[in-house]
């Protein structure tokens, strides 16, 4: 025994003559390529290879962590802050909890706030070119694939699978639904499917009104697609036009 090495019952020690452990090292420590060549911090370790944790295979991992069981009993990995608050874990059974040690049956469980500086993908692998990407279930149900609640959880918006949505309100009979008081300053458009962007409905930011056509033209323009046709749903021809004030019938009864 020395003042640097001491070994009893079995026991190693560096820098200590009392050992309570098969080794106890007073000091950091410098393992693989980096002994004898860099620093170790204090009282802390230095790996140039692989670490193994209650596995003896890490293979190519640089740490490779092995639980002690696969239920949700303890956790593989817990990370705490100086007062022994939880910070992250991994649990035996694969869930994740960030700022949280109880992540229950979520895969990944985060309390408090976060920023993604990148896509995001839910329900899909590639977000490529789309800030937040959602992909349903299905395309045809009746669940959401989008909803979006204020603190009380009432719907502020939703997005059903069958490609319906809802502003204010969750029970949706048609493709849009809006319900509540609003002020749109910009352009508002209802479309079925036609050639060279005709509109079924469109109301513009000046408040003007169309229906058909590519217009509105005037503050009410009502269009049937020729310049003498009948109007069969109101009885109008071409175009209401009342840019003078009073409406003018260009053809009809």
């Given at each position: 025994?020395?003042?640097?090495?001491?070994?009893?019952?079995?026991?190693?020690?560096?820098?200590?003559?009392?050992?309570?452990?098969?080794?106890?090292?007073?000091?950091?420590?410098?393992?693989?390529?980096?002994?004898?060549?860099?620093?170790?911090?204090?009282?802390?370790?230095?790996?140039?290879?692989?670490?193994?944790?209650?596995?003896?295979?890490?293979?190519?991992?640089?740490?490779?962590?092995?639980?002690?069981?696969?239920?949700?009993?303890?956790?593989?990995?817990?990370?705490?802050?100086?007062?022994?608050?939880?910070?992250m874990v991994v649990r035996n059974d694969g869930k994740v909890g960030i700022g949280t040690t109880a992540?229950?049956?979520?895969?990944?469980?985060?309390?408090?706030?976060?920023?993604?500086?990148?896509?995001?993908?839910?329900?899909?692998?590639?977000?490529?070119?789309?800030?937040?990407?959602?992909?349903?279930?299905?395309?045809?149900?009746?669940?959401?694939?989008?909803?979006?609640?204020?603190?009380?959880?009432?719907?502020?918006?939703?997005?059903?699978?069958?490609?319906?949505?809802?502003?204010?309100?969750?029970?949706?009979?048609?493709?849009?639904?809006?319900?509540?008081?609003?002020?749109?300053?910009?352009?508002v458009a209802f479309s079925a499917t036609g050639a060279n962007g005709t509109k079924g409905l469109r109301?513009?930011?000046?408040?003007?009104?169309?229906?058909?056509?590519?217009?509105?033209?005037?503050?009410?323009?009502?269009?049937?697609?020729?310049?003498?046709?009948?109007?069969?749903?109101?009885?109008?021809?071409?175009?209401?036009?009342?840019?003078?004030?009073?409406?003018?019938?260009?053809?009809?009864?």
């Amino acid at each position: 025994t020395n003042p640097d090495i001491s070994i009893r019952n079995g026991n190693l020690g560096i820098g200590v003559v009392s050992m309570y452990s098969k080794l106890d090292v007073k000091g950091g420590a410098a393992i693989g390529d980096y002994a004898g060549v860099n620093p170790s911090p204090i009282n802390g370790i230095i790996v140039s290879g692989s670490v193994g944790i209650g596995t003896n295979s890490p293979a190519s991992n640089r740490l490779r962590i092995l639980g002690a069981t696969s239920d949700s009993t303890a956790f593989g990995l817990r990370v705490d802050d100086s007062a022994g608050t939880g910070l992250m874990v991994v649990r035996n059974d694969g869930k994740v909890g960030i700022g949280t040690t109880a992540p229950g049956t979520h895969k990944l469980y985060v309390s408090g706030t976060g920023t993604f500086s990148d896509n995001v993908g839910v329900g899909i692998i590639s977000a490529t070119g789309i800030r937040l990407k959602v992909q349903g279930v299905d395309a045809t149900s009746l669940n959401y694939a989008l909803r979006v609640e204020n603190a009380g959880l009432s719907p502020i918006i939703v997005a059903r699978n069958d490609g319906n949505v809802g502003i204010g309100t969750a029970t949706l009979w048609a493709r849009l639904q809006v319900v509540g008081k609003d002020d749109i300053s910009g352009n508002v458009a209802f479309s079925a499917t036609g050639a060279n962007g005709t509109k079924g409905l469109r109301v513009d930011n000046s408040g003007a009104v169309g229906i058909g056509g590519v217009g509105p033209a005037y503050p009410l323009d009502v269009y049937t697609g020729n310049s003498t046709g009948i109007n069969s749903l109101i009885g109008l021809g071409t175009h209401i036009s009342p840019s003078n004030g009073s409406a003018s019938l260009l053809s009809g009864h």
